[in-house]
């Protein structure tokens, strides 16, 4: 157990513990519809449910919330599976609540004999009128008064397809003057003449969302239930069909949902970016989806990390993505090999004038300074190294450490150079700078008794292997898109990709390619990993994270 102190949830499973509920058993379960891919808010609920269980030696079951035909589709149940295990977490049982259609059909009939549910024949809008206000009861009609034997007769008939779609819907008689709206004899089934992903054109009628997931949660003798906020008010409802069916009494717990700033998180939002081309696919790296944070570069201890600093609330509120970037560039400061990258499609030759030509040499550098264990790597020098354009000025203001005519710096891990002549094309654009270097100012063997404040990085020319970088930057322009007035398709920042051509040294493309190294810095530019899009002619990087959060605040 960690030493920090336990969140609400935690006091309540200590307290079901103590009082000898459920002989001490916790199991939790991660219930997702499998209406598209997962994203960084369902990876909090992951890591809560899962985490929870493996602190209290329980099980979490993964459950697919698939009692809606029209929307779901095994693409998406491939996906969360393969997120879910990404994320490091295995399921004890892989559950869909369609297994539980029969039974939960049953507890719909139960309810009916009960005098507990009846069939409405009212249309959806005269439903909602009904419903009357908070402030004030609603309306009783006609059918409520409809006898047990011909509400399961019609209901009956409703599951053998005698009736269109919407003509009827069966609805719990719970309240109809209850405060809580919830409880206004709630609809718990509805006709619905559509192909399910799983069982096929078995069933007509699909049970609501209300009278699927508790349900489900007793069939799998689930002990604690955690949802988000919004199911609060659901919550009696919730109980009282366990109470009137006489289930498993799972315990529903509310959470805050995670909302992140300069992104959207409702799945009906992401879908509709990747349908309208906004992003690539699910998996384009400026989505907030598991599959496109792992595009990204993130790793899953990353996610883990940063979940677990987010803690769980009982209200609302909106996390800095700064704190996601932080957890990445900690863990890849320790981790992620330091290479060298110009990332310019021109970048400035310089050339060495008292470097013989044709002459090789191969330093070593250290991968990274954090972690001597990295060890070091090859390096090939020689006559004409490419360097940042914005590493040179012309006329550099005063404390400008970097190169200027006549100035000095060293070339990181190689030598001591020295700005001798600037060349300019025609138009009086800079082409190349003409240097000379201290052959007694070798990195690990400097006895030049030199001093220069800057080091920067380079590449060297006829070692250099071009690639194409993928600057990503924030999605969306506006810190909370989900709250403001304007359609979110219009707060898309226009400059959340750019693409930049560049020459990296190549020791960063043989290892990436072979696999073995995934996430690397590029020194003083930032994270970066290599993307699927790669081929042998042009590698592609993506960027992780830059080295420092950029970010005005
Ligand atoms: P959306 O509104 O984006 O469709 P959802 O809640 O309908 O999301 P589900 O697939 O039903 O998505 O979610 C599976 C589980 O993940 C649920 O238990 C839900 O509470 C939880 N979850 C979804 N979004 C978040 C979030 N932003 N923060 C925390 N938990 C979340
Ligand atoms: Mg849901
Ligand atoms: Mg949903």
């Known amino acids: 157990r960690t030493e920090r102190s336990l969140n609400f949830i935690e006091q309540i499973v200590d307290e079901d513990i103590a009082a000898g509920k459920n002989g001490g058993r916790v199991h939790t379960r991660f219930p997702p519809e499998p209406n598209g891919y997962l994203h960084i808010g369902h990876a909090k609920s992951i890591c809560l449910n899962f985490g929870l269980a493996d602190e209290y030696g329980g099980q979490t079951n993964l459950r697919f919330d698939d009692t809606n035909p029209v929307t779901e589709d095994t693409e ?73 034997a011909e509400n399961l007769d019609l209901f009956r008939r409703m599951r053998a397809g005698d009736y269109p779609d919407s003509a009827k819907v069966l609805r719990a008689k719970v309240d109809m003057a209850s405060p809580n709206m919830q409880l206004r004899d709630p609809i718990i089934y509805r006709i619905k003449h559509a192909h399910h992903h799983r069982t ?56 805050a949902r995670l909302n992140l700033t300069y992104t959207v998180m409702s799945k ?61 560039r900690e863990e890849l400061n320790r981790t992620a090999p330091r290479l060298m990258a110009v990332l310019d499609e021109k970048p400035l030759k310089l050339v060495i004038t008292n470097y013989d030509l044709g002459r090789e040499e191969i330093m070593h550098i250290e991968n990274n300074p954090e972690d001597p264990s990295a ?16 590493d040179f000025m012309e006329n550099p203001p005063k404390k400008f450490f970097r190169l200027f005519p006549g100035g ?90 750019e693409t930049v051509r560049a020459f990296v040294e190549p020791a960063l493309v043989a290892a990436t390619r072979s696999g073995s190294l995934t996430n690397v810095q590029f020194m003083r530019k930032g994270y970066f990993i290599l993307d699927a899009d790669s081929t042998d002619a042009l590698p592609v990087f993506n960027r992780t994270a830059t080295l420092k959060d950029g970010w005005a605040k």
């Open 408 to 497: 000095m710096v060293r070339l990181k891990g190689a030598y001591i150079i020295k700005c001798e002549e600037v060349v300019k094309d025609n138009a009086g654009e800079i082409i190349e700078l003409r240097c000379t270097y201290i052959p007694e100012s070798r990195s690990g063997s400097d006895t030049s008794g030199i001093n220069v404040k800057g080091t920067i990085h380079w590449v060297s020319v006829p070692h250099a292997v071009e690639a194409e970088v993928r600057l990503y930057d924030r999605l969306f322009s506006v810190e909370n898109p989900a709250a403001d007035e304007r359609d979110f398709k219009e707060l898309i920042n226009p400059n959340s990709l």
């Open 268 to 328: 009906r939002k992401l879908k509709q970016l990747v349908e309208e081309k906004h992003v690539s696919g699910w998996d384009d790296p400026r989505m907030p989806t598991i599959a496109g944070i792992r595009r990204r570069g993130y790793t899953p201890a990353s996610i883990r990390e940063f979940c677990d600093r987010i803690g769980i609330a009982k209200r609302d509120n909106l996390i800095d993505v700064g704190l996601l970037e932080f957890c990445i």
């Open 375 to 390: 060890g070091v790597r090859d390096v090939p020098f020689s006559r004409e190294v490419y360097i940042e354009r914005d």
């Open 76 to 148: 998406y149940v491939d996906s969360i599976k393969n997120d879910v295990r990404w994320l490091g977490f295995d399921w004890e049982n892989e559950f869909y609540a369609s297994d539980y259609f029969e039974q939960i059909y049953q507890f719909a009939e139960t309810l009916i004999q009960k005098g507990l549910a009846y069939v409405d024949d009212s249309t959806a809008e005269e439903i909602s009128a009904q419903k009357g206000t908070p402030t004030e009861p609603g309306r009783l009609n006609q059918y409520r008064d409809r006898s047990v």
């Open 200 to 255: 096929g054109d078995a069933w007509c009628i699909y049970p609501m969302y209300d009278f699927a997931h508790g349900q489900s949660d007793a069939i799998e003798h689930i002990t604690h239930s955690l949802c988000t906020l919004e199911f609060e008010v659901h919550r009696p409802l919730y109980e009282w069909f366990i109470q009137q069916l006489e289930l498993f009494p799972s315990r529903q717990i509310e959470f």
